[in-house]
């Protein structure tokens, strides 16, 4: 089983970036998926959720507007495009996949986003 993200690197502000959450031995669309974000010193936060019961979407309120959360199911994959970014979203970006009472999530290695100019 292994699930990893990509996508990550360095953007200026306005720019925009494509995250990527592949995973393999499993299948993502059985699952809610969460994004989430880490920058230094600070608590990881959630991001955005895409369900796995009808893919309604949810977005953190600093996010909203700018960030969009999809699935791939041919692909096994789930993105997260990021638009208008901002230095403030300089982070971390970690998938979950929340397997519920199945048992603990499945966190991915995470992937830098760094947001200057």
């Known amino acids: 089983l292994q699930l990893v993200e990509s996508g990550g690197g360095l953007v200026q502000p306005g720019g925009s970036l494509r995250l990527s959450c592949a995973a393999s031995?499993?299948?993502?669309?059985?699952?809610?998926i969460g994004w989430f974000r880490q920058a230094p010193g600070k608590e990881r936060e959630r991001v955005s959720c895409?369900?796995?019961?009808?893919?309604?979407?949810t977005y953190a309120d600093s996010v909203k507007g700018r960030f969009s959360i999809s699935r791939d199911n041919a692909q096994n994959t789930v993105y997260l495009q990021m638009n208008s970014l901002k230095p403030e979203d300089t982070a971390v970006y970690y998938c979950?996949?929340?397997?519920?009472?199945?048992?603990?999530?499945?966190w991915g290695q995470g992937t830098q986003v760094t947001v200057s100019s």
């Open positions: 031995g499993f299948t993502l669309a059985y699952y809610t």
């Open positions: 895409i369900s796995s019961s009808d893919d309604t979407t």
């Open positions: 979950l996949v929340d397997r519920g009472v199945v048992g603990p999530p499945y």
